[in-house]
């Protein structure tokens, strides 16, 4: 049975030989003379003329050649690339693919646009965007809150790796792996965009109805009295791609936090608490509960979002803390109720070492100071050095393939200028030559590498040079 995997490997090599189908954002013109890889004018999915205006500066503040012909390929790729605009019942619609990939995930499409969001307020085009896409994800939560990708055709079939799964799938769902994250990213994509502009117009009893579905699914996720509704199987030589007992997952003893199925990266967790995932729904009820009071007025939904809050922060601070050999705490990656814990981290985010990038905690705070520390060491059995970069993976591409994504993430919890130094030459010195960011790739040699055309890491990675610019503008200005 093919899958996910099987897909973008073929998709890998298709594109290495020429052969693919696809139109990747990829010009005429050799890496070395730094020619710009975004697709003509004309044929570019959504322009902004903010982005466009930003793009313009912060690339002009750039000394590093290489570093600013990445950054005007990878900030823009999002909107060059993955964005299709139309109606849907009569309001703006905006669908959102991953890039290689022609399905919406939800956590994805949220993270890709996060970084136009402070540009939003003063760009029309921009507000109809983040409308159009607040409603489509609504729009998927209320067809099926536990999927985590979703289909143009709110009626269509599923992706061709989902069409067997041994699961309640729902037309319009892609595939339908429940994770926590896929209903929070939503949530932190309507609260930043409602906090940058002030706009209220997407904020509907549409909306309404899709964030009281993801407090019912959360609610039913403590599994306090049964397995609940949700499971999943799959057929694949790939563990990851499915679930024990059933399809029910590994047993837990419920403890007040949130089962999740599978981690942000799409493959299935060990433990099914996971402790970055219940620290970002922590911190999306928070933010539910405050737009609910404010935009709705109502107090009795924005209480239960806040009492849920509560009780899940107090099962993952008693639960999810490990201890070194000196008594010192650090956080749990996953653990299952019982005493059993895992550490170790995953370059996908909600990751332990993005939870200040998320805004779960202080980046200074102690706690998380150990644990970025052991996530950045061979502790973290997907941590990886080679002689091309460090970093972290995890198991979803396997052993000693880095993803850049964490070393993203490394630079934006770091406040070392020299950590950030490092992190922007290994990034800007492991694309291949491509210009862009790729999936993840090997320790020792980035010509391999998985994911020609991976648009979160593309957009995440502008993003990073935007807030490199703003805390450390001597870095870019002279040179690595």
Not at 124 to 141: D, H, S, V, W, Y
Not at 275 to 288: D, I, K, Y
């Amino acid at each position: 049975m093919p899958t996910r995997r099987d897909f973008l490997k073929l998709l890998s090599t298709a594109t290495a030989a020429g052969m693919t189908g696809i139109a990747l954002p990829v010009m005429a013109g050799a890496a070395s003379n730094y020619t710009s890889k975004r697709p003509p004018v004309g044929k570019r999915k959504f322009v902004s003329q903010a982005v466009e205006q930003q793009l313009a500066s912060v690339k002009a503040s750039i000394a590093d050649p290489k570093l600013a012909w990445m950054f005007e390929n990878c900030y823009p790729n999002t909107l060059d690339t993955t964005v299709e605009l139309g109606t849907l019942d009569g309001k703006p619609d905006t669908f959102v693919i991953t890039g290689d990939i022609d399905a919406m995930w939800l956590r994805d499409s949220s993270a890709q646009v996060v970084p136009y969001i402070p540009l939003a307020k003063n760009d029309p085009a921009l507000q109809r965007l983040f409308r159009g896409l607040i409603r489509r994800q609504a729009r998927c939560i209320r067809i099926d809150p536990y999927a985590n990708a979703f289909m143009p055709d709110p009626h269509a079939k599923p992706l061709d790796w989902s069409v067997h799964d041994n699961t309640d799938m729902k037309p319009g769902v892609g595939e339908r792996k429940w994770e926590i994250d896929s209903l929070c990213y939503p949530i932190r994509l309507a609260h930043g965009y409602w906090q940058a502009s002030g706009d209220t117009e997407p904020f509907d009893d549409d909306w309404r109805e899709a964030m009281h579905l993801v407090l019912k699914t959360f609610r039913e996720q403590q599994r306090k009295h049964d397995h609940g509704p949700y499971h999943f199987q799959r057929t694949s030589p790939v563990p990851t791609e499915s679930l024990m007992l059933g399809g029910y997952g590994n047993p837990t003893r419920p403890n007040g936090m949130i089962h999740s199925m599978f981690r942000p990266s799409d493959d299935a967790c060990l433990y099914p608490l996971s402790v970055p995932s219940n620290l970002f729904a922590v911190l999306s009820l928070r933010q539910l509960a405050q737009m609910s009071r404010s935009l709705h007025h109502d107090n009795s939904f924005a209480s239960q979002c806040e009492a849920l809050a509560n009780e899940v922060e107090q099962a993952v601070q008693k639960d999810g803390h490990m201890h070194d050999d000196h008594g010192q705490t650090f956080w749990a990656y996953e653990i299952d109720g019982f005493g059993n814990q895992l550490f170790m981290d995953d370059a996908n985010v909600p990751s332990l070492l993005g939870l200040p990038y998320l805004g779960c905690c202080d980046r200074n705070d102690p706690l998380y100071r150990r644990t970025r520390e052991r996530v950045w060491s061979p502790r973290n059995p997907y941590f990886f050095r080679g002689k091309a970069a460090e970093g972290v993976g995890g198991p979803h591409e396997g052993l000693r393939m880095i993803w850049p994504m964490s070393i993203m993430m490394y630079a934006q919890t770091s406040g070392d200028v020299s950590e950030v130094r490092q992190c922007l030459a290994w990034l800007r010195d492991t694309d291949a030559g491509a210009g862009f960011m790729h999936e993840s790739f090997d320790q020792d040699d980035p010509a391999t590498f998985t994911r020609s055309w991976f648009a979160w890491a593309n957009t995440l990675f502008g993003e990073l040079i935007i807030d490199v610019q703003q805390k450390y503008p001597a870095l870019l200005r002279d040179g690595l």
